[in-house]
């Protein structure tokens, strides 16, 4: 029962959805979610593969510009 309640709450989070990108990343993120727990073999790697080229590509400029940038002056 527990969890049926969890997937009407998250069928109400998705009602409420108005950007078209942020359904379209969830739609493609269910696409490729394994169908089985059987199939994942490390719990993270069913998040493998899940964003776009251009996604990763723009987390990797924001990780890049935002957290690999060293200000000495933090240390003082």
């Given amino acids: 029962m527990f969890s049926e309640a ?6 109400e989070e998705v009602l409420k959805i108005n950007n078209e990108r942020t359904l379209t990343a969830l739609e493609n993120f269910i696409k490729k979610a394994p169908k089985t727990e ?3 073999v490390n719990p993270l790697m069913g998040f493998a593969g899940i964003w776009s080229d251009e996604e990763a590509e ?7 510009d935002a ?3 060293i200000n000495p002056d933090d240390w003082k």
């Fill in 67 to 69: 957290c690999e940038q």
């Fill in 38 to 40: 059987k199939a994942i």
């Fill in 6 to 11: 969890r997937k009407l709450h998250l069928i």
């Fill in 58 to 64: 723009d987390i990797s400029r924001t990780i890049a």
